[in-house]
């Protein structure tokens, strides 16, 4: 009898586990959908920020009174956005939001950062030694930014047992290079999750 038992617990295992499968089920949906899965930063946090920043920033006055007062597009480098949070959040996909909204706004010109810099300086070095006298192009002669922009994302969390809201913080801020003179600031702070953890019962 116990044999029996046995066997039957034996096949009901076998059918619970050939049920199971290892591949994951993906399910394509529009790139505007919001979803949350674990209640941190997701991309539907960062369409929400970058949208009502980039907007503040490209119309903000101090980019309008330069070119009035220039004659010219002020030239925007893009400096570090910190992540002070208490999670991980890739800001390089922020600033480059950035970036392209405000080349594409022709409002400002836009040069190099300092992490790019580098790899054009060597290719622009080397041309000197291997490229044409008439293709290689002249050192010393960047063009220099007027504004940079700078920015930091940070997190407030209340918690209490299984229940936790987590507020972001995101600020920007365009500062300009030769003075120090903070031209324009916008910071937001619309994203605001509460998270209720499930209780288990076994």
Known sequence: MKKRNVVVILCGLVILLSGCTSTPQVDRIDANTSVDLSGYWNDTDLRIVAESLIKDCVNAP????????????????????????????????????????LVNSGKVDFVASSDERGEIRTEREEQQQWASEESAKRLANELGADFMLIGSVKTIIDSNGKETTRTYFVTAELIDVETNRKLWMGDNSEIKKYIKNASYKF
Do not use: C, M, Y
């Open 62 to 101: 101090a980019i309008t009174n330069f070119t009035r007062s220039n004659k010219a597009l002020p030239v925007v480098i893009v400096g570090s956005f910190k992540n002070q949070s208490d999670e991980h959040i890739d800001t390089s996909i922020l600033v480059k939001k950035f970036e392209t909204a």
